[in-house]
Antibody
Framework: QVQLQESGPGLVKPSETLSLTCTVS????????WSWIRQPPGKGLEWIGY???????NYSPSLKSRVFISVDTSKNQFSLKVRFVTAADTAVYYC????????????WGQGTLVTVSS | QSVVTQPPSASGTPGQRVTISCSGS????????INWYQQLPGTAPKLLIY???QRPSGVPDRFSGSKSGTSASLAISGLQSEDEADYYC???????????FGTGTKVTVL
């Protein structure tokens, strides 16, 4: 059974870079797309982007200029970097597996809260 | 603001049928399949319906989805207390080149 687990700092200073990693266990990172989605406290879900095992990525236009997603198949991990963060980037960040055939996210990590504050 | 809108809340008593609407446009719901996610309090979202009306393994058949034109709906029949959650519709938007989630609907079991 595939499971996802986010990891990374829970506090980031304004203007710095937010970095998170998602570890995939119970299955290979190949053959799927791997995504990041976030949810500000008390608000709705926002898609950030996704990447496949070969490193081909697609980003939300609203975040594209500040976001980078990478994959490390040797470690069965993929990562997220968000540059120049502000308080508006404070959110629970989820990693999820995307099933291309349905364009749906079928497996999610538990999420990790990242707060942007000095 | 999301380009896909849902009513902020819906409610019903145990055993009732509740329907949640999801309204979009030709570039998202009108062109692509819609998925529904259930988010129980304090937990990660869970895929509830995919490809408009398909249930993943393990999802009770009390949950059903439909789509017509630029709108979709999720129905919960035989409402149970454990169905109290936030529900989000979602679809790819060809015009925005973005995956858009609906605004979300909080379902309360009275």
């Amino acid at each position: 059974q595939v499971q996802l687990q986010e990891s990374g700092p829970g506090l980031v200073k304004p203007s710095e870079t937010l970095s998170l990693t998602c570890t995939v266990s119970g299955g290979s990172i190949g053959s799927y797309y791997w995504s990041w989605i976030r949810q500000p406290p008390g608000k709705g879900l926002e898609w950030i982007g996704y990447i496949d095992y070969s490193g081909s990525a697609n980003y939300s236009p609203s975040l594209k200029s500040r976001v980078f997603i990478s994959v490390d198949t040797s470690k069965n991990q993929f990562s997220l970097k968000v540059r120049f963060v502000t308080a508006a980037d404070t959110a629970v960040y989820y990693c999820a597996r995307r099933v291309e055939a349905y364009d749906a996210f079928d497996i999610w990590g538990q999420g990790t809260l990242v707060t942007v504050s000095s | 603001q999301s380009v896909v809108t849902q009513p902020p809340s819906a409610s019903g008593t145990p055993g009732q049928r509740v329907t949640i609407s999801c309204s979009g446009s030709n570039s998202n719901i009108g062109s692509n399949t819609i998925n529904w996610y259930q988010q129980l309090p304090g937990t990660a979202p869970k895929l509830l319906i995919y490809s408009n009306n398909q249930r993943p393994s393990g999802v009770p058949d009390r949950f059903s989805g439909s789509k017509s034109g630029t709108s979709a709906s999720l129905a919960i029949s035989g409402l149970q207390s454990e169905d109290e959650a936030d529900y989000y519709c979602a679809a790819w938007d060809d015009g925005l080149n973005d995956y858009v989630f609906g605004t979300g609907t909080k379902v309360t079991v009275l």
